[in-house]
């Protein structure tokens, strides 16, 4: 019975800390499936997708009158399945997203092509954050002109002994690298807590 408990833990344990993520399934053409009988829109499918990476892009075809050819954007644009990345043929092919841009896929079935059986499979690469532009320096509100003298009954400028102002004496904010410390601090209580509570409930079955 040891030995059953420690390995469920274990499992528990890697779930919580790590996580199981898992992408979407997409079945090109949905139920009408791959095929050139139709007409079928599959740009207008693809573009009412949103792909992701870890995504799985499925084709589903009879196998005798079809196939799957994955070519570069100039050969889907010609319909030219001579030089290709890949070509599959199980009637049941799978291609899982594993990084972002643009996957065209073709029938080289003569005439397939061209009646419309090619996708254009989309993914968007990640957004940066521009910095923010820094401001521009003040420009004075009227025409340069020679400075004026003070006069005689202005006050003077403080001497240096004179103490700081308030906000000179202003506590420095925490830093985002302060902050950041914070939430991992706390989600690592968190996990070590939940982890504790999964140990226990073990010990109870």
């Not at 990476?53 to 644009?77: A, C, M, P, W």
């Amino acid at each position: 019975m040891i030995l059953p408990k420690l390995a469920m833990l274990l499992f528990l344990m890697f779930f919580v800390c790590c996580g199981v993520s898992m992408g979407a399934v997409y079945k090109v053409g949905d139920s009408t499936g791959w095929t050139d009988i139709g007409h079928i829109d599959y740009k207008s499918w693809s573009a009412n997708k949103k792909f992701r990476v870890g995504d799985s892009i499925v084709f589903e075809y009879k196998q005798h009158l079809d196939n799957v050819v994955r070519v570069t954007h100039k050969n889907f644009n010609a319909c030219n399945a001579t030089t290709t990345y890949a070509t599959f043929n199980t009637g049941d092919d799978t291609f899982v997203i594993k990084k972002p841009g643009h996957f065209y896929f073709i029938s080289s079935f003569p005439g397939h092509c061209q009646n419309g059986q090619r996708v254009d499979i989309r993914i968007p690469r990640p957004i940066k954050s521009s910095p923010s532009p820094s401001p521009s320096p003040s420009e004075p509100n009227t025409p340069s002109s020679t400075p004026k003298a003070p006069s005689p009954s202005s006050s003077p400028p403080p001497s240096p002994s004179e103490p700081n102002t308030p906000s000179s004496t202003r506590s420095p904010s925490p830093s985002p690298d302060d902050k950041t410390s914070g939430s991992s601090e706390m989600l690592f209580s968190f996990k070590l807590w939940l982890s504790m509570l999964l140990i226990v409930l073990v010990d109870m079955v």
